[in-house]
């Protein structure tokens, strides 16, 4: 009898109810949306180091794990490192940040072929004049670009000359010595993949090249893809704090004053049920059961706009932003809008349950 009391007053306000559920969807779509993408942009930088092929990566003194937009290490760096034992490749590369998260890359192509057997070409081929560069599928998409297009980066046109399939290097790849006389780095590069010639020795690669490197960040390719993580993203994890804490107060308010209206509107309802004696415990007990409804609506409808926010990330921006679906966090951002929903509904509910009777029957 209760709970048909509760759908009733639900269904009787449909309005109320449904932009309720919006609301909290909103509000469990902006925690997915957040930690979807800071997920996906993580296994997306994982994803494409170990494309790479490389055992062992030498990186400059004080770099960060996932940003490196600088040239600080001579390129003679290379014919060293290809002297050591086990070590039977070295290639250098050089990356360039060209605005918000789309980095190029500078590389020498035919080694890089060695390394890991080089890109898989889409459409078009390898770069042939000094203004052509090659884009992987996601950024062809988002900019609708295709072989032949032109596209203006650092301040030059570039022509497509190819599409490669994702997940090795940047998103835009031109040859070394372009990036190298462009960025005014001639003779430096920004870090060093290496090959050694068993697994089993990278570990004493590692040691061998700390020891001759002491400057150096030295790590092999499955130590450092463990440092990229949300862990290690600085300010990463205070920012979803952040996104939770809004997304709190969101909820808050928005089932705050739905509540607090429902309890105006129904001053006479709650009356008569008084009246006829019904408890507090039962009047507080109709409102957070509402209010528990309300909530449970609004984190599948959140979930499932979730799935809206990826679609659209991937269709319009896929080569600046990916997002993940996070199904471990959909019980995380549940209880977050739960917790949200029963402290909005506190004060009215705890209103409602200490209504006068007679008052509340002589309300106009």
């Known amino acids: 009898m209760t709970n048909k009391l509760v759908i009733e007053n639900l269904r009787f306000r449909p309005v109320r109810t449904v932009l309720s559920v919006l609301a909290i969807g909103i509000e469990v779509v902006m925690i997915l949306t957040i930690v979807g993408i800071s997920r996906g942009m993580i296994v997306d930088s994982q994803r494409r180091m170990r494309g790479v092929g490389a055992d062992v990566l ?19 760096m290379v014919g060293f490192i290809e002297r050591q034992p086990h070590v ?9 940040q060209v605005g918000g998260v789309t980095f190029v890359t500078g590389v020498d192509l035919a080694r890089f072929n060695q390394l890991n057997g080089g890109f898989r070409y889409l459409k078009g081929g390898p770069p042939r004049q000094p203004n ?18 032109t596209v203006q980066l650092m301040n030059r046109p570039w022509h497509v000359c190819g599409i490669i399939e994702e997940g090795k290097l940047a998103r835009v790849v031109v040859p070394i010595q372009v ?16 090959k050694v010639d068993n697994p089993a020795n ?18 092999s390719l499955e130590e450092f893809v463990s440092l990229i993580s949300m862990d290690h993203v600085p300010g990463l994890s205070e920012f979803i704090g952040v996104i939770i804490g809004l997304s709190i107060i969101v909820g808050f308010l928005v089932v705050f004053l ?11 309802e709650i009356g008569i049920l008084k009246a006829l004696g019904a408890s507090p415990s039962f009047i507080l007990g109709i409102l957070m059961r509402e209010t528990l409804i309300l909530a449970i609506c609004g984190s599948v409808v959140g979930i499932a706009f979730s799935f ?15 997002q993940y679906i ?10 977050i809008a739960l917790a949200g929903a029963l402290l909005g509904s506190a004060y009215p509910g705890w209103r409602a349950a200490r209504q006068d009777p007679i008052e509340a029957l002589s309300y106009e």
Do not use: C, H
Not at 58 to 76: N, Q
Not at 258 to 268: C, D, P
Not at 308 to 322: D, K
């Open 308 to 322: 809206v926010t990826r679609w659209l990330i991937m269709t319009l921006v896929p080569g600046s932003l990916s």
């Open 132 to 149: 052509d560069l090659l884009v992987d599928r996601y950024y062809a998409q988002q900019n609708k670009l295709k072989v032949g297009s």
């Open 258 to 268: 739905s509540m607090y209206t429902a309890v105006l509107e129904r001053t006479r």
């Open 179 to 194: 990036l190298q006389d462009l960025t005014s780095n001639a003779g430096k590069i920004s870090q060093v993949f290496v």
């Open 202 to 219: 990278t570990d004493a690669v590692v040691t061998a090249l700390k020891a001759k490197l002491p400057s150096y960040l030295i790590y």
């Open 88 to 96: 039977t490749l070295a290639v250098g590369a050089v990356n360039q």
């Open 326 to 335: 996070v199904p471990d966090w959909w019980p995380i951002a549940g209880a």
């Open 58 to 76: 030498v990186r400059p003194p004080g770099s960060s794990v996932l940003s490196l937009s600088s040239a600080p290490i001579p390129e003679k």
